[in-house]
């Protein structure tokens, strides 16, 4: 299995913040990476898919960028609608695995 | 518009077999380079992936879980079923079924997911 680090396991910050978790992979995935938002009691929805590609509807305050095996989502500017848990997904390997996730308060 | 659906019992003893169905619309499964895959998580935990079924009836499994799981599909009703052996109270959690969809950059992430579905183990 491909491991995912996630850092930090939970972060607070302000609206208005710049916000930004980071995700490692254990070994090269070039940019098969995709970033999920996750509300309670909600299903994770996709946010960003080959690491740095936003999905159609998504608020262009969330991007997404890579630098070796190293991946970072970063929101621009926390608005109240983005508390949540955001999850970091690797799909180079058949074997998918997701990150152990950062709460967003 | 694509939407995804877990049913399946909500409830089930250990040692039991579970069986989960999603029923999908709004894609086919059939198409060329679309998948369906399973995901559960435990109560305050993390997703863990368990399962992928392509478009061409390849599978894939969690190395971890693979021994109890098996994914089937049946394109002409839109579903994909998803069985697990011998069931733990630590396989309680939500479970997930999501759309993989086509990707010529890459395909492997989930685009669109089900509500997901409860599973309480318990005797």
């Known amino acids: 299995d491909i491991q995912m680090t996630q850092s930090p396991s939970t972060l607070s910050a302000s609206v208005g913040d710049r916000v930004t978790i980071t995700c490692r992979a254990g070994?090269?995935?070039?940019?098969?990476l995709a970033w999920y938002q996750q509300k309670p009691g909600k299903a994770p929805k996709l946010l960003i898919s080959q690491a740095s590609s936003l999905e159609n509807g998504v608020p262009s305050r969330f991007s997404g960028s890579a630098s070796g095996t190293e991946f970072t989502l970063t929101i621009s500017s926390l608005q109240p609608d983005d508390v949540a848990t955001y999850y970091c997904q690797q799909f180079k390997s058949f074997s998918k695995t997701f990150g152990r996730g950062t709460k967003v308060e | 518009q694509i939407t995804l659906k877990e049913s399946g019992p909500p409830v089930v003893k250990p040692t039991q077999t579970l069986t989960l169905t999603c029923t999908f619309s709004?894609?086919?499964?059939?198409?060329?380079?679309?998948?369906v895959g399973w995901i559960r998580q435990p109560p305050g935990e993390a997703l863990e992936w368990l399962a992928d079924?392509?478009?061409?009836?390849?599978?894939y499994y969690s190395p971890d879980l693979k021994s109890r799981l098996t994914i089937t599909k049946d394109t002409s009703k839109n579903q994909v079923v998803l069985t697990m052996t011998n069931m733990d109270p630590l396989d309680t959690g939500t479970y997930f079924c999501a759309q993989r969809p086509h990707d010529s950059r890459g395909s492997g992430y989930f685009q669109h997911w089900g509500q997901g579905a409860l599973v309480i183990v318990s005797s």
């Open positions: 709004g894609f086919s499964l059939s198409a060329y380079g679309v998948g």
């Open positions: 070994q090269k995935i070039s940019n098969w």
């Open positions: 079924i392509d478009w061409d009836g390849d599978k």
